[in-house]
T-cell receptor
Framework: QKEVEQNSGPLSVPEGAIASLNCTYS??????FFWYRQYSGKSPELIMS????GDKEDGRFTAQLNKASQYVSLLIRDSQPSDSATYLC????????????FGQGTRLTINP | GAGVSQSPRYKVAKRGQDVALRCDPI?????LFWYQQALGQGPEFLTY????????KSGLPSDRFFAERPEGSVSTLKIQRTQQEDSAVYLC??????????????FGQGTRLTVV
C-alpha cells in the first residue's frame, strides 16, 4: 500500500462546475496536509495547507480533512480552464525527521 | 532571491558520468528536501535535511546518490556513474522549520537530467 494514494484520473469537469479531488494516507502520525498544483513542465506550487479536522476555505478552493478516515480532499468551485493541471496531495509528519510524502497526482481537465 | 533556486535547469550526461545538482533554498529555511520525479508520477522522496544534518536518506535509490548541505544552506545532490534510469526531474524544496505550521514546503524549478 502506498503511503499517499490518489486517483490518477484523468478527471474531466465542465467549466463552472465543482471539481472534487480525493486523497487517502496510511500514516496515522501524519499531522500536516497539503495540496499542490503542477502545470505540465513546471514544478509543484503550494495552493492549500490544512492541519485540523474539518474544512478550510481559500477563495475558490476548499480543503477537507478527516483524520479518523485518513482522508483529505480538495474542492475547486467555479472551475476555470486555467485550473487544468495535475493536483498533488502531500502529507508530512513534523516530529523528528520530516518526510513530506506525495501521492501520484490527479490530472484535472476543465472543459470550456 | 525570494524563492528556491536550482541549477542547472537542464543537464545532459553521458552514461557513467558524475553529475552535481545544486539547490539554494529560501533564506532562513531550516528544512530542505530532495525529490525525484519521473514523467507522469508524483515526486518521490529522496532525502531530508534539517539545517546541516541529513535526518532521512531512506529514499536515495542507491549508493551512487549522495547529498550534502554542509553549512545548512545550499545543498548539492551528487549522482555518480549515472545510468539511464536516473533520467528524471530532480526537485528541491525548502520549508521554514519543523513545527506544524512551518512545514509548508516551496519548490524550485527543478533540474531535468537526461542520461544518454
Amino acid at each position: 500500500q502506498k503511503e499517499v494514494e490518489q486517483n490518477s484520473g484523468p478527471l474531466s469537469v465542465p467549466e463552472g462546475a465543482i471539481a472534487s479531488l480525493n486523497c487517502t494516507y496510511s500514516d496515522r502520525g501524519s499531522q500536516s496536509f497539503f495540496w499542490y498544483r503542477q502545470y505540465s513542465g513546471k514544478s509543484p506550487e503550494l495552493i492549500m495547507s490544512i492541519y485540523s479536522n474539518g474544512d478550510k476555505e481559500d477563495g475558490r478552493f476548499t480543503a477537507q480533512l478527516n483524520k479518523a478516515s485518513q482522508y483529505v480532499s480538495l474542492l475547486i468551485r467555479d472551475s476555470q480552464p486555467s485550473d487544468s493541471a495535475t493536483y498533488l496531495c502531500a502529507v508530512n509528519r513534523p516530529q523528528g525527521a520530516q518526510k513530506l510524502v506525495f501521492g501520484q497526482g490527479t490530472r484535472l481537465t476543465i472543459n470550456p | 532571491g525570494a524563492g528556491v533556486s536550482q541549477s542547472p535547469r537542464y543537464k545532459v550526461a553521458k552514461r557513467g558520468q558524475d553529475v552535481a545538482l545544486r539547490c539554494d533554498p529560501i533564506s532562513g529555511h531550516v528544512s530542505l528536501f530532495w525529490y525525484q520525479q519521473a514523467l507522469g508520477q508524483g515526486p518521490e522522496f529522496l532525502t531530508y535535511f534539517q539545517n546541516e544534518a541529513q535526518l532521512d536518506k531512506s529514499g536515495l535509490p542507491s549508493d551512487r546518490f549522495f547529498a550534502e548541505r554542509p553549512e545548512g544552506s545550499v545543498s548539492t545532490l551528487k549522482i555518480q556513474r549515472t545510468q539511464q534510469e536516473d533520467s528524471a526531474v530532480y526537485l528541491c524544496a525548502s520549508s521554514l522549520g519543523a513545527s506544524q505550521k512551518n512545514t509548508e514546503a516551496f519548490f524550485g524549478q527543478g533540474t531535468r537530467l537526461t542520461v544518454v
